[in-house]
């Protein structure tokens, strides 16, 4: 836009508009928390609306993640490789996804939790919200990062926090193995058919937490250097 | 001789008119450059940054824009190869032809450079207009190779200043008091540099002869005494004691805006030293020439006339009253990425290298300078993005100026031919 070529020498920062989609796509995966009450509860109405809920979300992340990609040309120089942002953007956008996916499966099929798998499941879900919350306060530190420069002290913050997101998704490993547990005793006095989505949606709950830890892998990899 | 001594006095005062028009453009224009980056950063206000501006381009222009201007007015036409009357024309044609070519360009929307304008229309109308030996080919080396180096030199510069900032303040356990330890050695390193430059090359004129060992000692007295002000001025910045770990790098961010304040008034005066020679170059040489009644040896030789940088400076600082403060406004509004940490560094090392460059006389961009410097932060990873697609307009400003300065002047020249000889 300007031609003056000081001022157009000032790119668009992407790290915003970063912090803004991983806020935007945690939102969505923080959703998944009252939708489990809601489907324990069976109250199928609030399921729905919790459901477009993050649906809208969702879209919304996709549209943040549009918009930082197209403010990212090839002439832009960064101080962190581009081709790592981008993955760390698509990283983070596939935890909305997956958020917004398990929601999808379980309204369509109006799902029931058997009452002995409800707690678990629950703390089970409420953990992997945390790990994505925990890749949120990461993401945050970000601008920080930046403002020292990729000092040490900062990035070792960061690194901080990273290992508390990873412990974080090993409690969701163990307790997704609980549940998978837990369902196995009870599987054969289910229909067979419920049971196979069961174990799905345990699989995409334990995803949500798997690609939040991603999102710290990939913030590691962009402050290592 | 007959076309001196019949119009000579109305040839001086339109050089005069037309120097002092190019200097206004100056002021209205490239002065934006050098202050919007302390306005950006929000170190000053605009009001702020107005008065910095012409104070100090004030300064830079009269006290230490001689040897600029001595290159330009004699240092690449050879004098030997032409007449006097040759001389003035062509001079005067320079000015117009640059003149018109920054009024189309501004209205176009090109981004052009005017220090590479005027060199390109007074080696236009000396090469082409006169005869391609009037020109001194071997001084025109140096100031193209300048043009390379101050930007990849103010770059190095910024990248040196900003990892030494980020070792001694930002990277430790207690970044404020550290920042407020070492931030007026920066403050005196910036007095030092600019006062060294003047008073070894700049002064002459105004005067004042000093030996080298007292303009050194000299330097470092004016840099002792910008580094007690700046304590002063640091004392106001406090650090608020419920703060958190962003509004702490936010009071480390404030020691550096006013560091800034001290650098701004550097980049000013380092701007007014080597851009008023664009715009009172060629007058110079006119006004040599005429006031020793049209003998061209004789006006080469002579020094550059005290009177000649104040019409210049004077042009800019209206310039910059009449124009300029509303380019600056714009141009800190698309700037706000720099942070003041950031920007002290780039404008220092601008700062340094331009007036380094007006000290031996190069005619340098202020603004290619500065987006060297820039990069160098950039390269330290100190700036989210930048754009590096501005290196390539950068040189199609090269490729594009020179020529069209060039011809420019070839055609008024024919035409100021055609009406006085």
């Known amino acids: 836009m300007s031609i003056n070529p000081f001022v157009s020498l000032f790119g668009r920062s992407p790290i915003g508009p970063m912090q803004q989609h991983i806020a935007k796509a945690h939102e969505c995966a923080s959703n998944l928390v009252p939708f489990f009450q809601a489907v324990i509860a069976e109250d199928w109405a609030r399921v729905e609306l919790v459901q477009?809920?993050?649906?809208?979300?969702?879209?919304?992340?996709?549209?943040?993640?549009?918009?930082?990609?197209?403010?990212?040309?090839?002439?832009?120089?960064?101080?962190?490789?581009?081709?790592?942002?981008?993955?760390?953007?698509?990283?983070?956008?596939?935890?909305?996804?997956?958020?917004?996916?398990?929601?999808?499966?379980?309204?369509?099929r109006q799902m029931v939790i058997p009452q002995p798998l409800q707690p678990m499941i629950l703390a089970f879900v409420q953990r992997s919200v945390d790990a994505s919350e925990q890749a949120l306060t990461a993401m945050n530190e970000l601008d920080e990062i930046l403002e020292t420069g990729f000092g040490n002290r900062e990035v070792n913050r960061v690194t901080a926090m990273i290992e508390v997101l990873e412990d974080i998704e090993h409690d969701t490993d163990r307790m997704q193995i609980e549940v998978r547990r837990t369902l196995f005793k009870l599987e054969k006095d289910l229909p067979p058919v419920d049971v196979m989505f069961l174990y799905t949606i345990i699989e995409w709950i334990g995803d949500v937490a798997d690609r939040a830890e991603r999102i710290g892998n990939r913030l590691e990899q962009l402050l290592a250097r | 001789m007959s076309l001196l001594t019949d119009y000579g006095l109305i040839l001086l005062v339109l050089a005069c008119l037309f120097g002092f028009f190019m200097a206004w453009g100056v002021g209205a224009n490239d002065v934006a450059n050098a202050m919007g980056t302390s306005v950006g950063s929000r170190a000053l206000t605009i009001k702020q940054a107005i008065v910095v501006a012409m104070v100090f381009e004030f300064c830079g222009a009269y006290l230490a824009g001689g040897e600029v201007t001595e290159t330009i007015k004699n240092g690449i036409v050879d004098i030997d190869v032409m007449t006097a009357d040759l001389l003035v024309l062509?001079?005067?044609?320079?000015?117009?032809?640059?003149?018109?070519?920054?009024?189309?360009?501004?209205?176009?929307?090109?981004?052009?450079?005017?220090?590479?304008?005027?060199?390109?229309?007074?080696?236009?109308f000396a090469a082409f207009g006169v005869s391609f030996d009037a020109v001194h080919w071997s001084a025109i080396l140096p100031i193209m190779a300048s043009w390379v180096v101050t930007p990849f030199l103010s770059g190095v510069l910024a990248f040196g200043l900003f990892v030494s900032v980020q070792k001694l303040i930002i990277n430790t356990d207690h970044p404020f008091e550290n920042a407020k330890r070492y931030v007026p050695f920066y403050m005196f390193l910036t007095g030092f540099m600019v006062a060294l430059m003047t008073i070894s090359k700049g002064l002459k004129h105004v005067g004042l002869n000093i030996n080298s060992e007292q303009s050194f000692l000299l330097a470092i007295g004016v840099g002792i005494l910008v580094m007690l002000l700046g304590i002063f001025l640091l004392r106001r910045v406090q650090i608020a004691p419920d703060a958190n770990r962003s509004t702490y790098f936010a009071s480390v961010e404030k020691v550096f805006a006013t560091l800034m304040i001290f650098t701004a008034c550097s980049m000013a005066f380092a701007h007014g030293a080597n851009d008023v020679a664009n715009a009172v170059g060629p007058l110079a040489a006119i006004a040599g020439v005429i006031q020793n009644n049209g003998v061209a040896e004789l006006g080469t030789k002579s020094a550059v006339p005290a009177w000649v940088l104040l019409l210049g400076a004077v042009g800019i600082v209206i310039g910059l009253a009449t124009y300029g403060y509303k380019v600056i406004a714009t141009v800190g509004r698309g700037i706000t990425e720099l942070t003041p940490s950031r920007g002290f560094a780039a404008e220092l090392a601008t700062a340094s290298t331009v007036v380094g460059a007006s000290a031996i006389g190069l005619p340098v961009s202020t603004t290619h300078t500065l987006v060297g410097a820039v990069l160098g932060i950039g390269l330290a990873r100190g700036i989210s993005a930048l754009n590096l697609r501005v290196i390539g307009s950068i040189f199609m400003s090269w490729a594009i100026t020179l020529p069209a300065g060039a011809f420019l002047a070839i055609v008024f020249f024919s035409i100021l031919k055609l009406i006085f000889l």
């Open chain 1, 52 to 108: 477009q809920e993050m649906s809208r979300l969702e879209k919304e992340a996709d549209k943040l993640k549009r918009n930082v990609r197209i403010h990212l040309p090839k002439s832009l120089f960064l101080p962190v490789p581009r081709s790592d942002l981008l993955e760390l953007l698509s990283v983070q956008d596939k935890v909305a996804n997956r958020a917004k996916d398990i929601a999808g499966l379980m309204l369509g």
């Open chain 2, 90 to 124: 062509g001079m005067m044609s320079a000015l117009l032809a640059s003149g018109t070519w920054l009024l189309i360009a501004t209205n176009k929307g090109w981004p052009v450079s005017t220090t590479h304008t005027i060199i390109g229309a007074v080696v236009g």
